[in-house]
């Protein structure tokens, strides 16, 4: 994990827009968007941390079959990211692909809110709020990638001055996320188990409708850059044409590279047009820039036989991030476990705080954020300056050995839940509770702090570390595509989940008794977990092996 590349890590490489003008952008804009931000994930954790309740309790679904349900929704809403970071990356740009995901959502929320209420005949119930359920993950697809995104793009990359405040502008940013989340869990949540779902879904319809507004009176003061087409069209081009001369030899001391963006190409490798540095990684690839003799003799160049220096290089920097989003899939299954079966764990444990106060299985979610609210602060103006005498590294410490930690620590997280889930059916046991699955388990809930503790600093790291990195190391062009790669591989993991779950109860049903039923006192959740700690750590170990083999992107400021 070299720290060499990070000198000329925020180049802007790829000229999107002109430059940007200095009473727009910056903190002053930045602070609106984070302030959409916070309210979008209120929104999304208001349903999310409750959601495997509502399920089991209000439709009464299964909770092998609910936990399923969720994972699917989330899944879904993964996809949503990538269409709408395609979009904003290719055609709509970044503020109007949230200005209208962001209608949609608030549209989803309505009729959210509305089908749990008594207007709704009961029969319809079940299919307007599934309904509305996906226009919500649909509407929050094409908010989330782009608004991170467009945040980041308020700050100017050419100057040193703003340059360093990115690099403090991604923790910050998920500082605010963790706000919204935390008010949802401790404020929301207690509104739905105790007053009413319609109550809470309505506060969340609310917050949202006050969030649209705010963006829009703070859209004077933002810096926007424009859209240039689908990015995949270089990815298809550099592909086809390396294809095409697979059989050219680079060595050819007749034929030339081509390093400029536009026109017929040639020149050296000093041309000021090259703004990306060349690699030896995915060499193959390289092909696509020689000019043999059928490009010389051509009066324009076809962008399907030559490519530039740049594009090539583009194209291996997706190469590049394609194993490392890999890898961190095992972390999003555990998030997964985080808004379901802990969730489950939770409501079967003693949550009595004093003789009339029942703490909410979700509140437990809060847990982390209160975390990441006390230690980001501390991180951020303590611990990173500290790294950075040692490191030279801005951010103290790479992406890349940033999210190693968190994988490392969502493996321990899962294994402290395996400890306690033991614990726990063995205090059932004792107690004559294993066949009456409505029984409060006389074990304090707060046995399950350390995993959601633990928990909070995986997100940390990881998820911190995968937003830097995947905003850094993306081609300009497709940064609204790196956002979606972040926040879509916790979807993925989610979709993970659901088929590991599938596999288990498929394997355990052939070998005796399911491991995931109703009645988690006979079911062995514990087994389920050790399951997936064994392979968080296999996971962790290649990770190590593609971070080594890793690239920086280089740049040419030539």
């Known amino acids: 994990m070299s720290n060499a590349r990070y000198g000329d890590d925020n180049h802007q490489y790829n000229q999107l827009s002109a430059q940007p003008s200095a009473s727009k952008g910056g903190w002053r804009s930045a602070i609106f968007i984070i302030f959409v931000e916070m309210s979008e994930r209120f929104a999304y954790y208001g349903i999310a941390a409750n959601l495997i309740i509502y399920l089991t309790t209000v439709l009464g679904q299964e909770v092998a079959t609910a936990a399923k349900n969720v994972n699917n929704w989330n899944g879904v809403l993964s996809i949503a990211l990538v269409v709408g970071a395609f979009l904003a990356d290719s055609y709509l740009g970044r503020f109007t692909t949230t200005l209208i995901s962001t209608a949609i959502f608030l549209t989803g929320l309505v009729v959210l809110t509305t089908s749990t209420s008594v207007v709704v005949p009961h029969h319809l119930k079940k299919t ?34 703003e340059r360093k405040a990115k690099s403090s502008f991604f923790n910050w940013w998920y500082l605010g996320i963790v706000i919204g989340a935390t008010s949802a869990v401790i404020g929301v949540v207690y509104l739905e188990d105790n007053i009413g779902w319609t109550t809470g879904y309505a506060i969340l319809t609310g917050v949202e409708a006050v969030a649209l507004g705010v963006f829009v009176f703070g859209s004077r003061f933002y810096r926007r850059q424009r859209p240039v087409g689908s990015p995949f069209t270089t990815v298809a081009q550099v592909v086809v044409a390396a294809a095409r001369k697979w059989r050219v030899k680079e060595g050819n001391r007749d034929w030339s590279a081509c390093y400029e963006e536009d026109g017929k190409c040639g020149g050296g490798p000093n041309n000021k047009a090259r703004y990306l540095g060349a690699t030896k990684q995915f060499g193959w690839l390289d092909k696509a820039m020689i000019m043999d003799d059928q490009d010389a003799s051509s009066k324009t160049r076809n962008p399907w036989r030559l490519c530039s220096l740049n594009q090539v290089e583009q194209v291996k920097l997706l190469l590049r991030l394609l194993p490392v989003w890999i890898c961190c899939l095992a972390y999003a299954i555990i998030v997964a476990q985080v808004h379901t079966f802990f969730i489950k764990q939770a409501s079967t444990m003693n949550r009595s705080i004093g003789p009339r106060f029942q703490v909410p299985p979700a509140y437990l979610q809060a847990i982390p954020g209160i975390i990441i609210l006390t230690f980001v602060p501390f991180y951020d103006k303590i611990l990173v300056p500290a790294a950075r005498k040692i490191t030279g590294v801005p951010s103290g410490i790479t992406s890349l050995q940033r999210i190693a930690i968190g994988l490392g620590l969502s493996a321990l997280t899962i294994a402290i839940a395996a400890l306690v889930e033991a614990k726990r059916v063995n205090v059932a046991s004792r107690y004559g509770l294993i066949d009456e699955p409505k029984a409060v388990v006389p074990m304090s809930v707060w046995w399950l702090v350390p995993q959601f503790t633990v928990m909070g600093f995986s997100d940390l790291f990881a998820y911190v570390g ?21 926040n879509g591989g916790i979807g993925v993991g989610s979709f993970m989940s659901t088929a590991v779950i599938s596999i288990v109860q498929e394997i355990s049903s052939k070998w005796g008794d399911e491991w995931l039923v109703n009645n988690l006192n006979r079911a062995h959740l514990d087994y389920f977990y050790w399951v997936l700690a064994v392979l968080c750590l296999l996971d962790l170990v290649l990770y190590a092996l593609v971070a080594k083999w890793f690239v920086w992107k280089k740049i040419d400021m030539s």
């Open 128 to 161: 307007i709020f599934f309904m509305a359920l996906y226009v919500v993950a649909i509407g929050d697809g094409g908010h989330r990638p782009c608004l991170q995104t467009f945040a980041a793009d308020q700050f100017d990359e050419e100057t040193e001055e």
């Open 466 to 486: 995968m937003q830097e990195l995947f905003y850094d190391q993306m081609p300009e062009d497709m940064r609204s595509m790196g956002s979606a790669l972040t």
